[in-house]
T-cell receptor, first 109, second 114 residues
Framework: RKEVEQDPGPFNVPEGATVAFNCTYSNSASQSFFWYRQDCRKEPKLLMSVYSSGNEDGRFTAQLNRASQYISLLIRDSKLSDSATYLCVVNGYAGKSTFGDGTTLTVKP | DTEVTQTPKHLVMGMTNKKSLKCEQHMGHRAMYWYKQKAKKPPELMFVYSYEKLSINESVPSRFSPECPNSSLLNLHLHALQPEDSALYLC?????????????FGPGTRLLVL
C-alpha cells in the first residue's frame, strides 16, 4: 500500500463546477499536510496548508481528518486557470515529505 | 524574496561526464532538499539538509553526491550517470528546523543523460 494515495483522476469539469479531491495517508504519526499545484513543466507551488480545523482561501477549502487519515481539497466555481495537477503532501519526521501521485484537473469552457 | 533559484535550467550530459547542479535561496531557510521527478510522476525525495548537515539520504546511488557549502547554497554533483537518471531535479527549502513548514521549490533543472 502506498504511503499517500490520491484519487486517480483525471477530472474533467466545466467552468463553474465544484470539484473535490481526496487523499489518504497510512502513517498515523504524520505531522503536517499540504496541497500543492503543479502546472505542466513547472515546479510545484503551495496551494494551501491543511489543518484539522479546516481552512479556506477564496474558492479553495482544505480539510484534514486525522481519525480517518485523509485530507481533502474542494474547489468551487472552477476557472480555466485551475487546470493543473494537484498534489497532496504529507510530512513525517525529520523532513521526510511524501507526495501523492497527483490528480489532474482540466476545466473546460 | 520568496525565491529558490536553480542553475542550469537544462543540462545534457554523457554517461562519463561530471557535472553539478546548483540551488540557492536567500530566505534564511535552514532546511534544503533535492527531489527527482520523472514525467507524469510526483517528486521523489533524494536528500535533506538541516543546518548544512545531511539529515536524510533516501538510499540514493553514490553517483549523486550532495553538498551544502553554506546555509544558502545546495549543490548536487553528478558523475557516471545512467540514461534512466534523466529527469527534472527540483531543489526546495523550508524555514524551520522541524520541517513542518511549507517547502518552496525552485524551477528545476531538466537533465538528459545520453
Amino acid at each position: 500500500r502506498k504511503e499517500v494515495e490520491q484519487d486517480p483522476g483525471p477530472f474533467n469539469v466545466p467552468e463553474g463546477a465544484t470539484v473535490a479531491f481526496n487523499c489518504t495517508y497510512s502513517n498515523s504519526a504524520s505531522q503536517s499536510f499540504f496541497w500543492y499545484r503543479q502546472d505542466c513543466r513547472k515546479e510545484p507551488k503551495l496551494l494551501m496548508s491543511v489543518y484539522s480545523s479546516g481552512n479556506e482561501d477564496g474558492r479553495f477549502t482544505a480539510q484534514l481528518n486525522r481519525a480517518s487519515q485523509y485530507i481533502s481539497l474542494l474547489i468551487r466555481d472552477s476557472k480555466l486557470s485551475d487546470s493543473a495537477t494537484y498534489l497532496c503532501v504529507v510530512n513525517g519526521y525529520a523532513g521526510k515529505s511524501t507526495f501523492g501521485d497527483g490528480t489532474t484537473l482540466t476545466v473546460k469552457p | 524574496d520568496t525565491e529558490v533559484t536553480q542553475t542550469p535550467k537544462h543540462l545534457v550530459m554523457g554517461m562519463t561526464n561530471k557535472k553539478s547542479l546548483k540551488c540557492e535561496q536567500h530566505m534564511g531557510h535552514r532546511a534544503m532538499y533535492w527531489y527527482k521527478q520523472k514525467a507524469k510522476k510526483p517528486p521523489e525525495l533524494m536528500f535533506v539538509y538541516s543546518y548544512e548537515k545531511l539529515s536524510i539520504n533516501e538510499s540514493v546511488p553514490s553517483r549523486f553526491s550532495p553538498e551544502c557549502p553554506n546555509s544558502s547554497l545546495l549543490n548536487l554533483h553528478l558523475h557516471a550517470l545512467q540514461p534512466e537518471d534523466s529527469a527534472l531535479y527540483l531543489c526546495a527549502s523550508s524555514p524551520a528546523s522541524d520541517f513542518q513548514e511549507t517547502q518552496y521549490f525552485g524551477p528545476g533543472t531538466r537533465l538528459l543523460v545520453l
